[in-house]
């Protein structure tokens, strides 16, 4: 037994007792060859950083453009936001107390609102002044 884990003992120090040898990535077949293929391999290089470098460039393109679209989107929705809260001011001191009464019951109930005009009739004062004010912006 005392043997045994003596042998395993010694197989460890040859082990670690062994310089690590590093392999060339690649291995000259020709004396000559071996500047050319270091060459080749910094050519290689070279050329997969330019590709990186242009795809790198190309997405900062895109996320830049589409950061443009965003910001124009964002820009146009507070505009109509802000236009129909207006509209919506507006709506609120043109309606009948009992108007706003229903309309909140309707709300808490989930409930569509109900027309109590004839589909013919509206009231058109809400549109000119949402109109007035989003082209003065």
Do not use: C, W
Not at 20 to 43: H, N, R
Not at 46 to 51: F, P
Not at 60 to 79: N, S
Not at 94 to 101: D, G, M, R, V, W
Request: glycine share 4%.
């Amino acid at each position: 037994m005392q043997s045994a884990a003596v042998t395993q003992m010694q197989r460890k120090q040859d082990v670690t007792a062994s310089p690590k040898k590093v392999l060339p990535l690649t291995t000259p077949l020709v004396d000559g060859e071996d500047e050319s293929s270091g060459a080749s391999v910094v050519a290689i290089d070279n050329k997969i950083e330019q590709a990186m470098d242009l795809v790198k460039s190309h997405l900062m393109y895109a996320v830049r453009e589409e950061v443009e679209v965003l910001k124009e989107q964002i820009k146009e929705l507070i505009e109509k936001n802000s236009q129909l809260e207006q509209e919506n001011n507006l709506l609120k001191t043109l309606a009948s107390p009992e108007q706003l009464a229903q309309f909140q019951a309707q709300l808490q109930t989930g409930s569509p609102p109900a027309t109590t005009q004839p589909q013919g009739t509206t009231q058109p004062p809400a549109q000119p002044a949402s109109q007035g004010s989003g082209s003065t912006a």
